[in-house]
């Protein structure tokens, strides 16, 4: 993990001083940056000092886990990450619980029922998630359920979806909770349709592939019940592959958070690094690049853990 974030860091801290605009003159603002005010100010960021100078002040600040200020919110970037990202863990685990939700009924049924209708569609449906980009389903789901139809609230975040159950179960009221849920549905199914997608398709291929092996058809020929077939020898063998893509899936979802977010002003760390880019706030940027970083080396960590959770005959040494 530690190369893997040094050289990430690199490349990031890189990049951001290539993109063109000085974030100095746009803290400042163009109409009133003389050049005596923007060479003071640069001189009070240190961004006066050479480039690999800022870097090495940079890792050493990341390493006592210092992530710098904000150059236009002029607040700890820890701060704000930490203020974000509430939001943004709370809707990718709501787009993977979608996703996961309809994924993997369908994709068991799929596998059972081959070559049916019900296969046949969710095949349909299936190319038809991965094919439609989020930024343009998000605006039909808008225009749809909130605009035309008026279902749902069409952006912002009211509350979090735990405020909500802990007023649920200390006053009794389940508003809050129902107000939270209804700002996180249209988000949730947006962020979550490509995932449900391709794991719908794993899930179908890899049950199809054990289902066709020689210890299944022994427990059929040995009388077994169909489900228990189906659930504890068959999709427990399946999921493994599944698994993987869910956990790599898990960091892309992050990602494509930013998106999603900027579309419903879903208040999270995408928003956050949206509008620090547009700023030229590279502390921010940084940060948030490095958080995400973090969390999709935290989830392929997890899935190697869960692999001998799920099948006993992996071990680590």
Known sequence: MIPLLFGISLVIFTVLRLIPGDPVVIMIGAENASPDEVARLRRVLGLDQGIHIQYVRFLGRLVRGDLGMSLSADEPVSRLIRERLPATVELTLAAMTVALLIAIPIGVISAIRKYSALDTASTVVALLGISMPNFWLGVMLIFLFALRLGWLPASGRSEAVSAGLVTLVTTGNPAMLITAITHLILPAVTLGAALAAVVTRLTRSSMLEVIGQDFVRTARAKGLPGRRI????????????????????????????????????WPGIGRLAIRSIVQRDFPVVQGVVLMIAIIRICANLTVDVVYALIDPRIRYA
């Open 230 to 265: 189906v659930f504890h020898h068959s999709l427990r063998n399946a999921l493994i592959p599944v698994i993987t893509v869910i956990g790599l899936e898990f960091g892309a979802l992050l990602g494509g958070a930013v998106i999603t977010e900027t579309i419903f002003a």
